[in-house]
């Protein structure tokens, strides 16, 4: 995600919703209209709002683009039967990985051997056939939206 932050129109969007209050901002202050705290607080403000109009519209962008997969999907049937593949397959993976192997084990007195990450990337498949990709943008370790962390950081 900052990777795509960094790109063209997403700082473009930044620059031109940031630019205009953060101007009237120092002109106010550079005018002796507003203290240094007030300016602080506007320009906090002012980030703080584009950043919350960058993350609606990356949010939008996303959505549009898992329904267009969607779509694709329900009239492709080869993208049909390559999702199901790969999602029963993984299926199978897991379910081996959570009864299979802990019943062999009981049963042979014998230690499995690990199966590394294998079981990590069924799960992630798995979560990407189901629409983990637009869920995983709003749930896990980078759950909070920019402009929460941004209040975080600015301790507001």
Same mark, same amino acid.
């Given at each position: 995600?900052?990777?795509?932050?960094f790109?063209?129109?997403?700082?473009?969007?930044? %620059?031109n919703?940031i630019?205009?209050? @953060?101007?009237?901002?120092?002109? *106010?202050?550079?005018?002796?209209?507003?203290s240094?705290?007030?300016?602080?607080?506007?320009l906090? +403000?002012?980030m703080?709002? *584009?950043? +919350?109009q960058?993350?609606?519209?990356? *949010?939008a962008?996303?959505?549009?683009?898992? #329904?267009?997969?969607? /779509?694709a999907a329900?009239q492709?049937?080869?993208?049909?039967?390559?999702?199901a593949? %790969?999602?029963?397959? #993984?299926?199978?993976?897991?379910?081996?990985h959570? @009864? =299979?192997?802990p *019943? %062999?084990?009981?049963?042979l007195?014998?230690?499995?051997?690990s199966?590394g990450?294998?079981?990590d990337?069924a799960? +992630?498949?798995?979560?990407f056939?189901?629409?983990?990709g637009?869920?995983?943008?709003?749930f896990?370790? =980078?759950?909070?939206s920019?402009?929460? /962390?941004?209040?975080?950081?600015?301790?507001?």
């Amino acid at each position: 995600m900052l990777a795509a932050l960094f790109t063209g129109p997403i700082i473009s969007a930044l %620059v031109n919703s940031i630019f205009g209050n @953060i101007t009237q901002a120092f002109t *106010a202050y550079l005018n002796k209209e507003i203290s240094e705290a007030q300016l602080k607080e506007q320009l906090q +403000a002012a980030m703080l709002s *584009a950043f +919350a109009q960058v993350e609606k519209d990356y *949010a939008a962008s996303l959505t549009q683009t898992f #329904q267009s997969f969607m /779509q694709a999907a329900a009239q492709s049937k080869l993208m049909q039967a390559v999702w199901a593949s %790969v999602a029963l397959s #993984q299926l199978i993976v897991l379910i081996w990985h959570q @009864i =299979g192997i802990p *019943a %062999v084990s009981f049963f042979l007195g014998v230690r499995y051997p690990s199966s590394g990450a294998t079981v990590d990337w069924a799960y +992630a498949l798995v979560m990407f056939c189901l629409g983990g990709g637009a869920i995983s943008m709003r749930f896990g370790p =980078g759950s909070n939206s920019i402009s929460s /962390q941004l209040k975080t950081l600015t301790g507001k």
